[in-house]
């Protein structure tokens, strides 16, 4: 029987539906200090596999300085280049729904698709996303990565919850799939 498994994007944004801007920084986000951890650690331990795109896993590196954060977890990195993997980080450019299908066939926790908007878009066209989180950051930059960029598909969402962090607005989405 395949388990209960589910793929969650969590993520902050802009109020004007950014991740990042136009050069992959994030200081925007970092001016402004939610209340605590805006739910980041009752998340992260329900977690235990991470898949992210190539060019967020290089930021990822950069900003750590090297030593790989989700070493706790089993992570797949969407990749186009030849890359060793190891023991916990699988580089793959295998096609998203075989990797959730395989990934879900196994007992284990929540799937977090870290980003960062090319592999979200993908994962969501493919309608692969269980649910949103989304941290809404008290600031505009008016241009950069999108969240939501040109998705082909329309996708009916169900609040499930709304938190407040501060100054940071947290919605909780699931996708309502067609048998819902």
Do not use: C
Request: glycine share 8%; aromatic share 12%.
């Amino acid at each position: 029987m395949m388990s209960e498994r589910k793929v969650s994007v969590y993520i902050a944004t802009s109020v004007d539906g950014y991740i990042a801007t136009e050069n992959d920084s994030l200081d925007w986000l970092f001016r402004s200090e939610p209340e605590g951890d805006a739910g980041y650690g009752e998340f992260y331990d329900t977690v235990d596999t991470v898949i992210m795109g190539r060019r967020t896993y290089d930021w990822v590196m950069e900003q750590v300085e090297g030593k790989y954060p989700y070493e706790d977890k089993q992570s797949y990195i969407y990749t186009s280049r030849l890359e060793e993997s190891t023991s916990d980080i699988t580089f793959t450019s295998e096609k998203p729904s075989t990797l959730i299908d395989r990934i879900k066939k196994v007992d284990g926790g929540t799937i977090w698709l870290v980003g960062g908007g090319a592999i979200i878009n993908e994962f969501l066209q493919n309608n692969l996303i269980d649910e949103f989180i989304i941290s809404i950051a008290p600031a505009l930059i008016g241009k950069g990565i999108p969240l939501f960029n040109n998705s082909k598909m329309e996708h009916n969402l169900e609040l499930t919850d709304v938190r407040r962090y501060g100054q940071f607005a947290q919605l909780h989405y699931s996708i309502k799939k067609a048998n819902d």
